[in-house]
């Protein structure tokens, strides 16, 4: 078995070793020609970047995307607070701990890539499917085989070009599905037949208007805010093991 392979697996495997973590690997260019960056015009997101936005390791080929299962029962890995959720926050965590184990174990480079596009980060849903973990659901969400869309992405970009994961097949949760998943929508975003990203947002501002007040303060004095996002399209589906 070659080096790369051996790599690939143990990776895999290593990610796996967290509760709750199903990984895949992707080409990384396979990613960046997928439908999420056609859809959104890959040079506008470049353009777009934030000078704060980290910058890749030159000539990076792979991705290792970890798909979080999120537990309907445990609503706060969502909320966010402080800048942050605390489902990313366990993400983020593991994907230092990877990069370092990665580095030591097989002298390959890596690194962990941010949540959002304009800060160097990548369509995690394009990437999760391409890498195995999922399908896109008539929720425009990934649905995973047991978890179905509770669950969290997030991807680590590695230097060297290791195999990538098959995609699924033979799974078509959404086939026959009377879709409780578009109905639950209160802002009726995929009224159109497709989702409608503007009409979601409404609801999201929505729901940061509404934060609540933690009762804390941050190290500047303003009090803590905790938001709870709307998740009815999510938690509405009935794809995966319930
Ligand atoms: C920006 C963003 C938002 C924005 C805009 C969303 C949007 N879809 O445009 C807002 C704030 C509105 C939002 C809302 C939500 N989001 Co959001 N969001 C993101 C973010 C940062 C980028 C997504 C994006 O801009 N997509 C770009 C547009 C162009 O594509 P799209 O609408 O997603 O549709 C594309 C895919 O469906 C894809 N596709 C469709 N079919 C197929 C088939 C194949 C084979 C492939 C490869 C791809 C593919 O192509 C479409 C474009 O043509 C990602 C994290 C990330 N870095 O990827 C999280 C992410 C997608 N969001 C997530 C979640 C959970 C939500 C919410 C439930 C709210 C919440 N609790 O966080 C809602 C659900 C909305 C919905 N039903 O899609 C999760 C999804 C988890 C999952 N199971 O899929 C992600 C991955 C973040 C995470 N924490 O893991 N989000």
Redo the contacts with the bound molecule.
């Keep these: 078995m070659s080096r790369h392979h051996l790599a690939a697996q143990e990776l895999i495997a290593k990610a796996q070793q967290y509760e709750g973590i199903q990984a895949g690997i992707v080409d990384v260019n396979t990613v960046l020609d997928?439908?999420?960056y056609?859809?959104?015009d890959q040079k506008h997101w470049q353009d777009d970047h934030d000078e704060k936005a980290v910058s890749w390791l030159p000539g990076a080929r792979s991705l290792l995307v970890m798909a979080m299962h999120h537990p309907p029962d445990q609503p706060q890995l969502?909320w966010f607070e402080r800048g942050n959720t605390a489902g990313?926050r366990r993400l983020q965590r593991i994907s230092g701990e990877l990069v370092n184990w990665l580095l030591q174990a097989h002298r390959v480079h890596a690194q962990p890539l941010p949540?959002?596009?304009v800060m160097g980060?990548?369509?995690?849903?394009?990437a999760a499917?391409?890498a195995g973990l999922g399908v896109?659901g008539k929720?425009?969400?990934?649905l995973h085989p047991q978890w179905g869309?509770s669950?969290?992405?997030r991807a680590l970009l590695i230097q060297d070009k290791l195999p990538s994961s098959a995609p699924l097949s033979d799974f078509n949760p959404c086939q026959g599905c009377g879709e409780p998943c578009r109905s639950a929508c209160p802002q009726d975003a995929f009224g159109s037949g497709r989702?409608l990203?503007t009409d979601?947002?409404k609801r999201?501002d929505q729901d940061r208007d509404n934060s609540e007040d933690t009762g804390q303060t941050n190290k500047k004095g303003n009090p803590v805010m905790l938001t709870k996002?709307?998740?009815r399209?999510?938690l509405a589906c009935i794809a995966g093991e319930h």
């Design positions: 997928g439908p999420s056609r859809a959104a969502d990313n949540y959002q596009l980060g990548v369509f995690l849903k394009d499917v391409m896109i929720n425009n969400l990934l869309p669950l969290r992405l989702y990203r979601c947002m999201l996002w709307c998740r399209c999510e």
